[in-house]
């Protein structure tokens, strides 16, 4: 089950706000809200307006259909940041060497969606997914610089290596592939 809520007209522009959403995608909302009470930022409270709103919309909708929704289950699917108009004032600010700023007020848009269904289905969530490591190195190849050792290598590989390497005409390359076979 998903919801959304949206807040719109929020004061602040649109590229601070995002640094703020940016800390709770993905994450569950117990600890999306841990982390938003705890921002230094001016952001951080009208999302977490938001994001109690979103909760609220998802237990509403839950006991509607008669489903039983714990909060704790919920999860940030998605959440971004719109912006919203400029409130350009006739007022003028000073600026140095005796010129004059046009006064700017920046508004934007959050919208926050809530899901029930489990991260390894979405594309936000796979790498949050429980059990694995998000920076576990492929088989076969070391952690270290992920590079392979070249004593690793089988003679298959070193052949295959040598043909992929050579440069020039086809021919060359297919004396290259004869030399490693006899050997």
């Not at 703020?20 to 993905?26: K, Q, Y």
């Not at 790498?127 to 610089?145: C, D, F, L, S």
């Not at 003679?155 to 004869?178: L, M």
Request: charged content about 30%.
């Amino acid at each position: 089950m998903e919801t959304r809520a949206s807040s719109r007209y929020l004061r602040g522009s649109a590229q601070k706000a995002r640094l703020v959403v940016d800390m709770i995608r993905g994450k569950n909302v117990g600890d999306a809200l841990a982390i938003l009470q705890f921002t230094n930022k001016r952001a951080a409270h009208p999302i977490e307006k938001c994001l109690r709103s979103a909760i609220a919309n998802a237990t509403e909708s839950a006991e509607r259909a008669n489903i039983a929704v714990d909060p704790d289950d919920l999860w940030v699917k998605a959440c971004f940041v719109d912006m919203g108009p400029h409130k350009n004032r006739r007022r003028v600010r000073p600026a140095p060497q005796g010129r004059a700023y046009r006064e700017q007020r920046h508004f934007c848009h959050v919208t926050v969606l809530l899901s029930t269904d489990g991260k390894e289905n979405s594309p936000v969530g796979k790498g949050a997914v429980k059990g694995k490591k998000a920076n576990a190195p492929a088989a076969g190849v070391k952690a270290e610089g992920r590079k392979r050792d070249a004593s690793a290598k089988t003679s298959t590989d070193s052949g295959a290596e040598k043909q992929k390497t050579t440069k020039g005409t086809p021919a060359k390359a297919e004396a290259a592939t004869e030399e490693t076979t006899q050997e």
